[in-house]
């Protein structure tokens, strides 16, 4: 079974560009999360989707932040502009049903904004 | 969400020694998740924790959860260089709420 996967691994932009991440998670489960840690800082929340809605997105930080998961498959999520603090590895993860049973994390995306 | 406070935040252990890292919550928790994730990997669940006083055990790993469901604790015994990286718990209520995380590194 695959995992997670995450799209790029690595994205260095600058100040005032836009970026967009992927998450693939795991083939049938309903619920995908959004997380970031900025180094040495707690893992934050950012958003839930349960299939294509949006279950809470109360750890989006502003509107410069948009997430989409089309169809109930994968997600995106799409900063414009960056700003620096935007900076931190993205998490995405995947449970199958029940709200927080576990999570099974993809390998992340570090975002540096320059 | 939850807010939880996980001391140490950082552990440097001698190879064979133990080291306990400590999760807070100020509320009660419904039930709490622990998670590790080597330098450069991504978290991976380790275990959950649902009833008050709960203990379980995964080979020198100790997982407790306490009696009033506030706080939990990981314990390792006879730390390996296999152990470096950095442990997390998360509090469980509507969605998941991560603590700093504790980050392990081991001499040998």
């Known amino acids: 079974e695959a995992g997670v996967t995450q799209f790029p691994s690595h994205s260095v932009i600058e100040k005032g560009q836009t970026v967009t991440l992927r998450c693939d998670p795991i083939?049938?489960?309903?619920?995908l999360y959004w997380y970031r840690r900025v180094m040495g800082k707690e893992i934050k929340f950012l958003l839930h989707?349960?299939?294509?809605?949006?279950?809470?997105e109360s750890g989006m930080p502003n509107n410069r932040f948009l997430a989409e998961r089309t169809g109930g498959t994968y997600s995106t999520l799409k900063v414009q502009p960056a700003e620096l603090e935007d900076s931190g590895v993205y998490f995405c993860?995947?449970?199958?049903?029940?709200?927080?049973?576990?999570?099974?994390f993809g390998s992340g995306t570090q975002l540096s904004v320059l | 969400g939850q807010q939880v406070m996980q001391i140490p935040q950082y552990q440097h252990v001698q190879e064979g020694e133990d080291f306990t890292t400590y999760c807070n919550s100020s509320?009660?928790?419904?039930?709490i998740q622990w998670y590790k994730q080597r330098p450069g990997g991504h978290p991976v669940f380790l275990i959950q924790?649902?009833?008050?006083?709960e203990v379980k055990k995964q080979k020198r790993l100790t997982f407790q959860f306490g009696e009033a469901k506030k706080n939990s604790s990981l314990h390792i015994t006879a730390t390996q260089t296999t152990d470096v990286g950095t442990y997390f718990c998360?509090?469980?209520?509507?969605?998941?709420?991560f603590g700093a995380g504790t980050t392990v590194t081991v001499r040998a």
């Open positions: 998360a509090a469980n209520d509507y969605k998941l709420s």
């Open positions: 924790l649902v009833k008050s006083g």
């Open positions: 083939s049938g489960h309903d619920n």
């Open positions: 509320t009660t928790l419904s039930n």
């Open positions: 989707f349960v299939k294509e809605s949006k279950q809470d």
């Open positions: 993860a995947s449970s199958h049903g029940l709200t927080n049973e576990k999570l099974f």
